[in-house]
């Protein structure tokens, strides 16, 4: 048959108009002196040079072209060749399997993505993040998904990646799952929504990005598919898939197919028996001719030979073990027993497994189809009849009933028997319309006797009528089928004559029956006999075709199968049957020779004899054909002749760069498909397993060295396999080793150690991301591996960390470099135009920064991504902090050299210190490292300097600001840092510095303070020393100096330093204080100022402050701060005291006046009697009321300015207490003074009218109720009271105009 999807029609077609096509070129190839001697006067080159060349150069030149064009064609040939021949093997490897089968617990390979899947990924990406898509997500996504585009799909190690062959849509998926999985566990709670909800939710939006617009429905059915045929394929596909191996065509591939009889298990079971056959000759003739592979060591010559014999041993009892199958195109793959059958050593002994008639054992279905029932004419047209059949010995079966006039049925019967030549029986019957008939009446019978090759289609049979059936023409149409058993091979009858069996010659009915893969047996048998009555046992015959014989009558075409002792001849009366007959018994002899058909020999032999003989079968008529386009040496070729080594090397290798190139990532792995073929082949031809091994290290090598991907694991997997056989390990139980496999071990396991060292070396672009999963961790455990002398002693720890470390050195220099060509390419892209320009300080210290953010970015990645190699050496995070710490070092050069440049005591370079600062000190591993500790050394003095100008030019600014100080008052900064965006305070947060030496620093008040003034606090220069010592010290603690000595020193500095400027501070404003009191009026027209307000405010903020900027948990420093307090305390009692005097200065001139009315002076007595006179004619005003008012108005004002614009409380209400008192005193003290003297109507009123308001004044003030009714108060009360009552008595109270001491509103309502 021809292939299995087309017919014999159309491949007739197909195969004409192809080799018309191909055998073209082919056809100068087989012309070329290598294949023929006539062939070498076929080309012409004074013929061939004139169709190519327009014009005639000389003999040489056109002599030298064609040899190279011949050679180049005689290569071609020859690869075509080989490889057709190749073709053959495997075809017959897929076709009848018995040591392999297609494994199904290989991993699955995902597909990968090609360079244009990952332009398309980019601009969907592109897309979303451009808000040009319909996908729905929150701030936190969007920022996920751009830094995932930035750093992985931007990456050009991605793009690496993807060329390699080695990405697939998995791998990005799961770096973007990792790459976001800190994120959201960073996120804050929140309630109802667990962190595996947000995970999953930004997974689902990530695979919507990925996917784009494609229907995924439809993707999912694609890739169920694909991963189908991923698994296991059939036979077609596992032909299609050698023939775009090999570069077979399809015309080829059916004339092979057709030829080969691939769809005939008992072929190719035959064809293998005569592999197996050859190769127990091929291992004796080696023994004999001692013709040895060269071995390490001579006694492994006789092992060789034992090992050759068991193998083909091996595989006999796998075939043995294979069901005996009638077969076809559509049988399965079997798992094959691979247990070694010891007593199979020689299938072609005598007197070994000899059959018994018992043995054979055949058992047939047949199938009776009655259709109708012909010349039944006797009967009335309503009588009815009916059929029986049976087979002899078996059960019988009757149709359904018909009419006479109609007898059609078409019932089907069916039965077994174990007859080769079953007797079947059909009787026809009608009812008999008798009473007293006991039975129905028989009409005809039809016996017959039908083989497996009899006719399946419905015939009419003559039937043998009963006596009493007028009906004499009976005849009834009637089909039987009889199917051959699996193992009948071949069925017929035949003229036979032997020398021990059939002594007589006589036609016989003879079955070829296998009994098992080597055991097949000619048996005689007779009509309804289940045994045979004779058999032959074919072990060890040969048979071919032979002349008639004389003197034996019937038969036309002989055969025999002759063995040494005995000879059988055959004889069939038709050519094709004796072809078939002979084609079954040579695949059931298993001989070497293949008997060629006389009529094939004399067409061979016939000048024009093309045409095919009428009377030969399919397969040989497929046979001439392939003969015909030039396929039968290939066909016809001894595999034991072959060099299976090399050959399996070339499938191996082309198989491989498939595989590579198919839609899989499958890093150099084969497929299921694949490897059951190669598999199938190594165990059929015998490859030695360590060169197989080899060979596929040597290819992945080279596919590796070129920049493929290839799973460490899989170099491992066959590195330990050819270690073991070299070292005498016996993985696959082979013993010898040749002097090719050790060498050629040692050279693969050179080579090797080099890729793994280089691979490690550039472990960020060989295992870009941590992909592929365990990549790393693999590599590192091969080169361990790699590293050991043999295969028991492990290889000290101390050398495989040697060789690690000084590859993660190499790898810190890797690193750095292409890290600092790409922010050179990256600066380019961003301003082309500074491209070839000077580079100023500036902006090398802005490429340094940005180098910096790279540097820190690998660093993190190493620790995400590649930290898997702690899981194959403990050690492994060791050696990366070293590789960490060499990679710093060299990233400290630039930046070192980029700092030299730098103008002196410029501060741009602190966020550089910042940003590396933050980074390692976070690491456990880097932090204070040696990296760590220069960064520290290079700034400290950077820092110390700083702190020194800080420390000047705040002083300076102490200095001027109160020499020009006016103490208007201003919003606090510091209160005001929530709302406020302060400039330069920001990441770096450093106070703006304008520092031009020899000049020392200075800070100026920002210009914006005034704006943003809503309310009185402390003045312009307090307000900006607080700001300043504030943002130094926040600027060095937003440092994290990770020194701790160094930090603390600083630290203690800062409050040290911030306790002398708030000293001076206090100082300063103390001084300021008492020049303003004394420059201000003693009179009741005084009015407290708001500069004074300002300054208690500057002392309340400079207690406030003092205790943020001065506080620290040491003794010496926390008994400084108290001083700073105790130092504000005292100033601030002062200031009140200060206060308090000049309020006592005032009232003591309010009293100085009424002194004048005292008693007994002249000018009391003058203004007594003037008053006295006047007040007959006129009225007279009240005298010396203006003067209590004008003081109580200067008390209420001043209490009031001091209750709005002091910020402190309790300093308010010391001094209104100390106030209060003091005035008590001094009106006390005055009355005393006056004890013996009567008061003056004037002073009595003025005094009641002060007193009694400041009381009430006071008290409204919230001055205790203790203070208020001292023992002073008292004193002046009782006195005024008595004074009083004593004015009563003698002007009889009109004189007071309503003032009294008592507790009446009235008068105060009225002067109000």
């Given at each position: 048959m021809l292939d299995p999807s087309s017919s014999e029609e159309e491949s007739e077609d197909v195969v004409e108009e192809e080799s018309k096509e191909v055998m073209a070129p082919q056809a100068g190839a087989r012309l070329s002196p290598s294949r023929t001697s006539e062939s070498s006067g076929g080309l012409q080159p004074s013929s061939r040079s004139s169709s190519v060349r327009p014009s005639s150069p000389s003999p040489s030149v056109v002599s030298e072209k064609e040899k190279e064009e011949m050679e180049k064609l005689q290569k071609e040939e020859e690869e075509r060749k080989k490889k057709l021949q190749l073709y053959v093997f495997v075809m017959r490897c897929i076709a009848y399997p018995f040591n392999a089968k297609q494994p199904t617990d290989m991993a699955r390979r995902q597909q990968k993505i090609s360079k244009q899947q990952l332009q398309t990924v980019k601009d969907r990406f592109q897309a979303f993040l451009n808000g040009e898509t319909q996908i729905v997500a929150d701030e936190a996504f969007i920022n996920a998904v751009q830094s995932y585009y930035e750093v992985f799909i931007k990456s050009d190690r991605v793009s690496r990646m993807v060329q390699s062959g080695g990405c697939s849509a998995n791998d990005s998926r799961e770096v973007f799952k990792k790459h976001i999985e800190k994120r959201v566990r960073s996120l804050p709670e929140i309630d109802g929504l667990s962190k595996e909800t947000v995970l999953s939710s930004w997974m689902a939006k990530f695979d919507a990005i990925y996917r784009g617009e494609e229907d995924p429905r439809k993707q999912q059915a694609r890739m169920t598919a694909s991963a189908a045929s991923e698994l296991i394929l059939s036979k077609e596909q596992l032909y299609e898939m050698f023939q775009q191996i090999l570069g077979i065509k399809k015309f080829e591939h059916q004339l092979l197919y057709n030829a080969c009889q691939l769809d005939n298990p008992d072929e190719q079971a035959a064809q293998i028996r005569r592999e197996l056959d050859g190769r127990l000759q091929m291992a004796d003739q080696i023994a004999r001719e001692r013709k040895f592979l060269k071995f390490v060591s001579k006694e492994m010559e006789s092992m060789f030979i034992e090992e050759l014999k068991s193998s083909v041993n091996l595989l006999m009892a796998n075939l043995e073990s294979m069901p005996v199958s009638k077969g076809g195109s559509e049988f399965k793959l079997q798992k094959l027993k691979r247990g070694h059958n010891t007593s199979i050593i020689d299938m072609g002994e005598e007197n070994e497994n000899q059959l018994s008639k018992s043995d054979v054992v055949l058992s047939f279905t047949l199938e009776v189809v009655i259709m109708e029932v012909q010349g039944l004419k006797s009967l009335a047209p309503n009588r009815i009849v009916y059929c029986t059949m049976e087979v002899e010995g078996g059960e019988k079966l009757q149709t359904d009933q018909a009419e006479a006039s109609k007898p059609t049925w078409g019932t089907q019967g069916d039965f077994t028997s174990t007859h080769p030549l079953p007797a079947v029986k059909v009787k026809l019957f009608t009812e008999s319309t008798g009473v007293l008939a006991l039975e129905d009446k028989e009409l005809g019978r039809v016996v017959l006797h039908p083989t497996p090759n009899s006719p399946k289609q419905s015939e009419l049979h003559k039937m043998t009528v009963s006596k009493n059936c007028p009906d004499h023409d009976l005849k009834i149409k009637l089909a039987v089928r009889m199917d051959k058993p699996q193992n009948m091979k071949h069925c017929g009858y035949l003229w036979a004559i032997g020398k021990n069996v059939w002594k007589r010659w006589k036609k016989r009915f003879f079955v070829l029956v296998q009994v098992s893969q080597y055991t097949f047996a000619m048996c005689s048998y007779r009509e309804k006999k289940a045994e045979p009555q004779e058999l032959l046992q074919l072990d060890g015959y040969t048979v071919d075709y032979t002349d008639p014989q004389p003197g034996l009558e019937g038969g036309r075409t002989f055969f025999n199968a002759v063995k040494e002792g005995d000879t059988v001849i055959f004889a069939s009366d038709d050519?094709?049957?004796?072809?078939?007959?002979?084609?079954?018994?040579?695949?059931?002899?298993?001989?070497?020779?293949?008997?060629?058909?006389?009529?094939?020999?004399?067409?061979?032999?016939?000048?024009?004899?093309?045409?095919?003989?009428?009377?030969?079968?399919?397969?040989?008529?497929?046979?001439?054909?392939?003969?015909?386009?030039?396929?039968?040496?290939?066909?016809?070729?001894?595999?034991?002749?072959?060099?299976?080594?090399?050959?399996?090397?070339?499938?191996?290798?082309?198989?491989?760069?498939?595989?590579?190139?198919?839609?899989?990532?499958?890093?150099?792995?084969?497929?299921?498909?694949?490897?059951?073929?190669?598999?199938?082949?190594?165990?059929?031809?015998?490859?030695?397993?360590?060169?197989?091994?080899?060979?596929?290290?040597?290819?992945?090598?080279?596919?590796?060295?070129?920049?493929?991907?290839?799973?460490?694991?899989?170099?491992?997997?066959?590195?330990?396999?050819?270690?073991?056989?070299?070292?005498?390990?016996?993985?696959?139980?082979?013993?010898?080793?040749?002097?090719?496999?050790?060498?050629?071990?040692?050279?693969?396991?050179?080579?090797?150690?080099?890729?793994?060292?280089?691979?490690?070396?550039?472990?960020?672009?060989?295992?870009?991301?941590?992909?592929?999963?365990?990549?790393?961790?693999?590599?590192?455990?091969?080169?361990?591996?790699?590293?050991?002398?043999?295969?028991?002693?492990?290889?000290?720890?101390?050398?495989?960390?040697?060789?690690?470390?000084?590859?993660?050195?190499?790898?810190?220099?890797?690193?750095?470099?292409?890290?600092?060509?790409?922010?050179?390419?990256?600066?380019?892209?961003?301003?082309?135009?500074?491209?070839?320009?000077?580079?100023?300080?500036?902006?090398?210290?802005?490429?340094?920064?940005?180098?910096?953010?790279?540097?820190?970015?690998?660093?993190?990645?190493?620790?995400?991504?590649?930290?898997?190699?702690?899981?194959?050496?403990?050690?492994?995070?060791?050696?990366?902090?070293?590789?960490?710490?060499?990679?710093?070092?060299?990233?400290?050069?630039?930046?070192?050299?980029?700092?030299?440049?730098?103008?002196?005591?410029?501060?741009?370079?602190?966020?550089?210190?910042?940003?590396?600062?933050?980074?390692?000190?976070?690491?456990?591993?880097?932090?204070?490292?040696?990296?760590?500790?220069?960064?520290?050394?290079?700034?400290?003095?950077?820092?110390?300097?700083?702190v020194d100008l800080m420390e000047s030019s705040i002083a300076q600014s102490i200095h001027r600001g109160f020499e020009r100080e006016s103490w208007e008052p201003v919003k606090s900064l510091t209160s005001n840092l929530p709302n406020v965006n302060l400039p330069n305070v920001n990441l770096p947060k450093i106070p703006n510095l304008p520092v031009n030496l020899p000049q020392m620093p200075s800070i100026s008040t920002p210009s914006w303070m005034a704006a943003i003034y809503d309310s009185d606090n402390g003045s312009g220069t307090s307000e900006d020393l607080f700001w300043k010592l504030d943002a130094l010290q926040t600027f060095i603690r937003d440092l994290h100096w990770p020194e701790e000595e160094f930090g603390k020193h600083l630290e203690q500095r800062l409050k040290l330093m911030s306790s002398d400027m708030i000293e001076s501070c206090v100082k300063r404003t103390r001084i300021a204080f008492e020049a303003k009191l004394q420059k201000s009026s003693r009179s009741t027209d005084f009015r407290v100022p708001q500069s004074i307000c300002t300054m208690f405010n500057v002392m309340v903020d400079a207690k406030a402050q003092s205790a943020k900027l001065c506080a620290m948990e040491m003794g010496q420093e926390k008994q400084y701060h108290s001083q700073i307090d105790t130092l504000i305390e005292e100033t601030v009692k002062e200031m009140i005291t200060l206060l308090v005097a000049k309020f006592a200065v005032i009232l003591e001139g309010v009293l100085a006046k009424l002194s004048r009315y005292d008693e007994g002076t002249l000018f009391s007595s003058f203004l007594s009697f003037t008053v006295k006179a006047a007040s007959k004619y006129v009225e007279v005003p009240k005298p010396g009321m203006d003067v209590a008012d004008a003081y109580v108005t200067f008390v209420r004002h001043s209490q009031d300015i001091l209750r709005d614009k002091v910020n402190e409380e309790i300093y308010i209400e010391r001094l209104f207490d100390q106030w209060y008192t003091s005035s008590m005193n001094l009106i006390c003290t005055w009355l005393t003074d006056r004890m013996d003297l009567q008061l003056h109507l004037y002073q009595l009123k003025i005094l009641i009218r002060i007193v009694k308001k400041k009381y009430r004044d006071f008290r409204l003030q919230g001055v205790l109720d203790s203070t208020l009714n001292s023992k002073m108060y008292d004193t002046v009360r009782n006195r005024l009271t008595l004074e009083e009552a004593t004015s009563s008595v003698s002007e009889g109270g009109a004189g007071l105009q309503g003032i009294t001491m008592r507790d009446s509103d009235e008068e105060d309502e009225d002067d109000d």
């Open positions: 050519e094709q049957d004796r072809i078939l007959w002979v084609q079954a018994m040579y695949r059931a002899t298993g001989q070497s020779h293949k008997p060629v058909p006389p009529t094939q020999v004399q067409k061979l032999n016939a000048k024009g004899g093309n045409a095919p003989q009428m009377d030969a079968p399919i397969s040989q008529f497929y046979a001439d054909r392939a003969q015909k386009h030039g396929m039968d040496e290939f066909i016809s070729a001894n595999p034991c002749n072959f060099d299976h080594a090399s050959l399996f090397e070339m499938v191996q290798r082309l198989t491989l760069d498939h595989r590579l190139n198919d839609s899989y990532s499958c890093l150099g792995w084969f497929s299921p498909g694949q490897v059951f073929v190669l598999d199938e082949y190594c165990a059929r031809n015998g490859v030695r397993g360590c060169h197989r091994h080899l060979c596929y290290l040597n290819d992945l090598l080279e596919r590796a060295e070129n920049g493929a991907m290839i799973d460490p694991t899989l170099l491992h997997y066959s590195f330990a396999f050819c270690a073991s056989h070299v070292h005498g390990n016996r993985p696959d139980g082979i013993g010898t080793v040749t002097v090719e496999e050790k060498e050629r071990f040692e050279e693969i396991k050179e080579r090797l150690r080099l890729l793994l060292e280089n691979q490690i070396t550039h472990f960020r672009y060989c295992f870009p991301f941590g992909r592929p999963e365990g990549a790393l961790k693999a590599t590192l455990s091969l080169l361990e591996r790699v590293l050991m002398k043999d295969i028991v002693t492990p290889v000290p720890q101390e050398e495989v960390k040697t060789v690690i470390r000084k590859c993660l050195e190499q790898a810190a220099l890797v690193n750095y470099t292409r890290l600092s060509e790409y922010a050179k390419v990256e600066e380019n892209q961003k301003d082309p135009e500074n491209v070839g320009r000077l580079i100023t300080p500036a902006k090398k210290l802005e490429d340094t920064v940005r180098l910096a953010e790279l540097v820190i970015e690998v660093l993190q990645q190493n620790e995400e991504h590649h930290a898997e190699g702690k899981e194959a050496f403990a050690w492994w995070s060791d050696l990366m902090v070293e590789h960490a710490e060499t990679f710093l070092s060299l990233f400290a050069v630039d930046m070192d050299a980029a700092l030299e440049v730098q103008s002196p005591d410029t501060w741009d370079s602190f966020p550089l210190f910042q940003l590396l600062n933050d980074s390692l000190r976070s690491d456990y591993n880097l932090c204070n490292g040696k990296f760590h500790k220069h960064l520290q050394d290079l700034f400290a003095p950077l820092v110390v300097r700083y």
